[in-house]
């Protein structure tokens, strides 16, 4: 690549959860071993899983993840809106980094021009000190309901002039429809701009799909530039609140492949059940637990289930209260209770430490003060100003750093208990403010082997890959797919040379022509 001074990319999908995030997040690994300036960018994201920079500002977990993978420090620009549901129909809006109001779902496409502005502005900052931007779109360019008020999809690259790569999830089925339909529901400007397909989650011959994607290349005039094979075990951070399906499978594999007879040295897995609130935020805490050998981990809104795991989890929430009165409804409570009853272990991070309290005053997100399960001797107190940090601390001689995002903030009470990190522990009920606590290796095996002696069984760590090796691994073998199965030559030529002048306008109907 000659001269690549802010060139760049969006990969868009035909689908939410088509793979944009994790091709994107190979995109810069394979550009950054090139020895290529890369940066991740993501006009919006709508996620309540995000992560606090090293500058203190808040950006959504995939981008940080991209940061990674592109080996750049992480900065609010790469994710200059962020937008965190608090309801159906309210979100939380994150600008550059710093909480900034509330958007409604009527001003979805009409109150958006400063968001815009800002998403403009940061992309050609990024542009300006970096070779490469490669961008990430968001659910769907052929989403043409929300296309006025659009600058995540094409209207980000119409303004940028950046070419568009479309991914199709071929796991779900028809993805040779909805690339055609995504092309041909565009209108001829936006046309201009998507110059070509990557089909993702391929298993089995090639060659069978190769017919289809030829037709594909006639009907639309631009090219397919590979097939990516699907990816065991990789599970990127993903922006949903809890992406069940990439690290569950990979904790299943753990447990019941060739070596499970090794897995955390254990007859059975120590099992783990994480209960699903409707408005989870951060869980990502669960991915390192779900990392483990020997781990299994359950999202549930089961009373049973929980009752019956040997941790049971209560994750973070964006709205607590709201959360906490599900539980109730759910008869979850009485299972959480009575497993502090009988000595069984129960963790809470965030929110679900702040639902483990005595009592909950809330007058910012819901109104409301409300008792909390009485577990953990703390009161919550919530205030206007989001906490954000990047706190380090230590448990039992173990280094712990983290990161906290959180409007409640706790206070103890008079009763004796033990302190965990920034929060306590009393009997075997565990609560704490601090996300990523648990991608510290030692600390969580650690705290594994004391919660396995709890539960009675007789569980203890392997010493594999660390939680962080672990990731990494995970991005270069999505730089070695993009490498062994993208046309990486075309690709580069397309990053630096911008759309083709010559894509041909497609309409529906030429389907038959």
């Known amino acids: 690549m000659t001269s690549t001074h802010g060139a760049g990319l969006l990969v868009a999908g035909t689908t939410s959860d088509a793979g944009k995030s994790l091709v994107a997040s190979g995109l810069c690994r394979w550009l950054s071993r090139q020895g290529i300036r890369v940066a991740p960018f993501k006009a919006q994201n709508m996620s309540n899983n995000s992560m606090v920079c090293p500058d203190g500002s808040e950006i959504g977990r995939a981008q940080w993840v991209q940061a990674m993978a592109a080996r750049v420090t992480p900065e609010a620009a790469m994710n200059p809106v962020l937008l965190k549901p608090g309801s159906d129909r309210t979100s939380h809006i994150v600008l550059m980094g710093r909480a900034h109001g509330t958007l409604r779902s009527g001003e979805y496409t009409t109150g958006r021009q400063k968001l815009a502005q800002a998403a403009f502005e940061a992309l050609a900052d990024l542009r300006s000190r970096f070779d490469v931007v490669i961008c990430e779109g968001a659910g769907s360019p052929a989403e043409i309901n929300l296309r006025a008020g659009d600058y995540v999809n094409m209207g980000l690259a119409r303004h940028a002039d950046l070419p568009v790569l479309v991914v199709a999830d071929v796991d779900r089925g028809g993805s040779l429809a909805a690339m055609f339909g995504t092309l041909a529901l565009l209108d001829a400007a936006d046309q201009r701009q998507l110059a070509g397909f990557v089909v993702n989650k391929f298993r089995g011959d090639v060659d069978v799909l190769r017919p289809g994607l030829e037709r594909i290349t006639e009907l639309t005039g631009r090219p397919v530039y590979g097939v990516l094979p699907w990816l065991d075990g990789v599970w990127i951070d993903s922006e949903d609140a809890l992406a069940a399906g990439g690290w569950q499978r990979a904790s299943v594999l753990q447990s019941e492949g060739p070596d499970a007879r090794l897995a955390g040295r254990s007859e059975r897995p120590l099992t783990v059940a ?235 109907s030429q389907v038959n022509s």
């Open 274 to 508: 994480v209960v699903r609130f409707p408005r989870v935020s951060n869980a990502t805490d669960v991915d390192a637990l779900a990392s483990e050998p020997g781990v299994t981990v359950t999202l549930t809104a089961d009373p049973d289930v929980v009752a019956g795991a040997d941790l049971a989890v209560l994750p973070g929430s964006r709205a607590t209260v709201s959360d906490l009165a599900w539980l109730r409804e759910r008869g979850l409570d009485t299972a959480v209770v009575a497993r502090a009853r009988s000595g069984r272990p129960v963790l809470g991070v965030c929110g679900g430490y702040q639902m483990l309290t005595e009592k909950i005053v809330d007058p910012v997100e819901s109104g409301q003060s409300v008792d909390g399960l009485g577990l953990l001797p703390a009161e919550v107190m919530f205030s206007t100003e989001k906490q954000l940090g990047r706190p380090q601390g230590s448990w039992r001689g173990h280094p712990v750093q983290a990161y906290e995002i959180h409007h409640g903030v706790a206070t103890g009470t008079h009763r004796p208990s033990e302190r965990f990190l920034d929060g306590y522990r009393a009997g075997s009920v565990w609560g704490t403010m601090w996300h990523g606590a648990f991608e510290n290796d030692a600390f969580r095996r650690a705290w594994l082997t004391e919660i396995a002696g709890e539960a009675g069984r007789s569980w203890r760590p392997t010493g594999g890959p660390g939680f962080t090796e672990q990731r990494e691994l995970m991005l270069d073998r999505l730089a070695d797919a993009v490498t062994e199965h993208l046309d990486t030559q075309a690709l580069l030529q397309l990053i630096e040379d911008g759309p083709p002048k010559d894509l041909p306008f497609i309409a529906s």
